[in-house]
């Protein structure tokens, strides 16, 4: 069975500064992957996705990911953190042959310091 | 455009209630999806439906849990004789087809007292 892991629970950032959040997943091939960003009493909103090609995956926001096979690792980096990127953030994977079925970590709660 | 549409956004109810969550997906999408999600968690997989017929329902919990789409666009979840362990968001999602991306709804908070 796959899975997903977001080892942190919760991240403080200065606005400004740059953040990396981390995903793990447990699959035997390579999945779909996907980031989702959710504000408080809203849905979750595809920042973005990974399917195959190119291992950097540029999404909305600013945000980028990077699939690394060898780590099954897909982290999700910013450069420059703004004051509206405070949300949770979420890591899910899908597999090649159940569409919209989709996998997610527990989460990952971005505070934001002036 | 509209997008996913969720009622009632917030629901309490009584243990051992009847509650039904409504899903109205994007006009054309095909395909419709409830997700459920606990306080500290990721959202779990619930149930998918590909026009009227539910593709896979693997992530129901167990009977209590019910979700038709009778005419392939708005869905209803049904959850009978409600246990406080069912107090969650419920998300619901759809796509166009398959391969196009999951757009989400705002979710239904339900509280089981």
């Known amino acids: 069975a796959q899975s997903v892991t977001q080892p942190d629970i919760h991240i403080t950032v200065s606005e400004g500064a740059s953040l990396e959040l981390r995903c793990n997943y447990s699959?035997?091939?390579?999945?779909?992957l996907f980031w989702y960003v959710q504000s408080p009493g809203q849905g979750l909103q595809l920042l973005l996705k990974y399917f195959s090609g190119d291992t950097l995956v540029q999404g909305i926001k600013g945000f980028e990911a990077e699939f690394k096979r060898s780590q099954s690792s897909f982290n999700l980096r910013k450069p420059s953190v703004h004051w509206s990127d405070a949300a949770e953030y979420f890591c899910a994977l899908m597999t090649t042959d159940s569409w919209g079925k989709l996998q997610f970590g527990a989460g990952t709660q971005v505070v934001v310091t002036p | 455009g509209a997008g996913v549409s969720q009622t009632p956004s917030n629901k309490v109810t009584e243990k051992g209630k009847y509650v039904e969550l409504r899903c109205d997906p994007i006009?054309?999408?095909?395909?419709l999806y409830w997700y459920r999600q606990s306080l500290g968690q990721g959202p779990e997989f619930l149930i998918y439906f590909q026009g009227t017929g539910a593709a896979d329902d693997s992530g129901l919990p167990n009977d209590r849990f019910f979700a038709v789409r009778p005419e392939g666009s708005v869905s209803t979840l049904k959850i009978q004789r409600t246990e406080r362990g069912d107090s969650a968001v419920y998300l619901c999602?759809?796509?166009?087809?398959?391969?196009?991306?999951?757009?989400f709804g705002n979710g239904t908070r339900l509280t089981v007292t």
């Open positions: 999602a759809s796509s166009s087809r398959d391969g196009s991306p999951l757009h």
């Open positions: 006009s054309g999408h095909t395909a």
């Open positions: 699959y035997g091939a390579t999945p779909y």
